[in-house]
């Protein structure tokens, strides 16, 4: 079967960028399912997944703005470590996790530590990330009833259309 929208998919695939960092620290391949055409990929993945076989392996290629996108140096601000819940497992390069007032889960890319405060990056840590997406398609079926509508719940909590 190929894949078409309503089909339930699974693939492998792993993440490089293009200075040959493995996304997320993963030495392996990772694997995630998904209602094609009901759940948001990349659209330059959705593109290339169409019209696939199981077996069939596609190599995507994401500039920064169709990955994770560009850097925005807005979203780099100066905080006070007295604002922060534990400010001495804070290091310079790692990822310091939060809960926002709301209660959301946010976090920051530690940059710089000095003087009373962190220098704090919230883009996404592979913002302005250039990558190359290799993808196996393991699988492909018609998605059920249920799989369609649980995608398309998860679509519209996710504020997508």
Do not use: W
């Amino acid at each position: 079967m190929k894949i078409r929208p309503d089909s339930h998919v699974i693939i492998d695939y792993t993440l490089v960028s293009s200075t040959g960092e493995i996304s997320m620290h993963e030495d392996r391949g990772r694997a995630v399912a998904f209602v094609f055409g009901r759940t948001p990929l990349f659209p330059a993945l959705d593109r290339a997944l169409l019209g696939l076989s199981e077996g069939e392996t596609v190599e995507v290629h994401l500039p920064p703005e169709q990955a994770f996108g560009i850097h925005d140096p807005t979203l780099v601000e100066r905080i006070s470590l007295e604002d922060l819940q534990d400010p001495d497992s804070l290091r310079v390069g790692g990822y310091y996790e939060f809960r926002d007032p709301s209660g959301r889960p946010c976090g920051f890319t530690v940059r710089e530590i000095a003087d009373g405060y962190v220098l704090a990056d919230f883009n996404h840590p592979n913002a302005g990330k250039a990558f190359t997406l290799t993808v196996t398609v393991s699988q492909v079926r018609p998605a059920t009833s249920s799989e369609i509508l649980t995608a398309l719940n998860l679509t519209h909590s996710q504020g997508g259309g």
